[in-house]
């Protein structure tokens, strides 16, 4: 299965300033999740990113707000932009592997905006 | 739309005792379905899966599920809990959405082992 490392692992920022998560992949995917797990919820679905091309948002969700990219294969990065508190989540990316699209999830990036 | 509902938002069960964390799901046509578990601080990992076949599927740390297509229930059990299975329990669902697989995730079970 592949292995999956974010950076940074936790941030405490202040509103209105902005952060960009990374995301690395051990192994070449086509697909990478970005997802929210916001305090005592599941998790939400932000976007697909795949590589050469614009990611794709779930509903509520905006490019101006978590724009991303997809530089390569095996690497991808999420902005959270002019943060308020109620962007403080855990931000997960996840690739899919398998016929069946098993989800493997990085450990995550536990965010706190003040 | 497919859902996913974990009734319990969390279970205590003392160590060594059963235990069974509820998962039902509502989807008119097939779908894989998933056990995922969160330890403290850490990502998500999968626990056990369903595809198809037998309805009885075992899974990583002694975990095991029965997919029930009739009460479209995927039930996690496990018959003697550790302490270190002290953790969050997600339940999913995957199926086909326009040409790809779309995942939903339940609102999850904090499992509670206590010494």
């Known amino acids: 299965s592949a292995v999956i490392s974010q950076k940074p692992s936790r941030d405490i920022c202040q509103r209105g300033t902005s952060l960009t998560i990374q995301c690395q992949v051990d192994?070449?995917?086509?697909?990478m999740f970005w997802y929210r797990q916001q305090p005592g919820q599941s998790l939400t679905l932000i976007a697909t990113?795949?590589?050469?091309?614009?990611?794709?948002?779930e509903s509520g969700f905006v490019i101006d707000k978590f724009p991303i990219s997809r530089p390569n294969l095996t690497f991808s990065t999420l902005t959270v932009s002019n943060m308020s508190p109620e962007d403080s989540s855990i931000y997960l990316c996840?690739?899919?592997?398998?016929?069946?699209?098993?989800?493997?999830f990085g450990p995550g990036t536990r965010l706190t905006v003040l | 739309a497919q859902s996913v509902t974990q009734l319990d938002s969390q279970v205590p069960v003392f160590e060594e005792a059963p235990v069974e964390l509820r998962c039902n799901y509502s989807?008119?046509?097939?779908?894989?379905l998933f056990w995922y578990v969160q330890y403290p601080n850490q990502g998500l990992q999968l626990l056990l899966k369903?595809?198809?076949?037998?309805?009885l599927v075992k899974g990583i740390n002694g975990f095991e599920a029965e997919f029930n297509k009739s009460q479209t229930s995927f039930h996690l059990r496990k018959p003697s809990v550790h302490i270190s299975d002290t953790a969050e329990y997600f339940c999913?669902?995957?199926?086909?959405?326009?040409?790809?697989?779309?995942?939903?995730f339940g609102t999850g079970t904090k499992l509670q082992v206590i010494p």
């Open positions: 369903y595809l198809s076949g037998s309805t």
């Open positions: 990113a795949n590589q050469g091309s614009e990611a794709t948002y």
């Open positions: 989807s008119s046509v097939s779908v894989y």
């Open positions: 996840s690739v899919e592997e398998g016929p069946y699209n098993e989800q493997f």
């Open positions: 192994s070449q995917v086509t697909m």
């Open positions: 999913a669902v995957t199926l086909a959405v326009g040409g790809y697989q779309k995942v939903t």
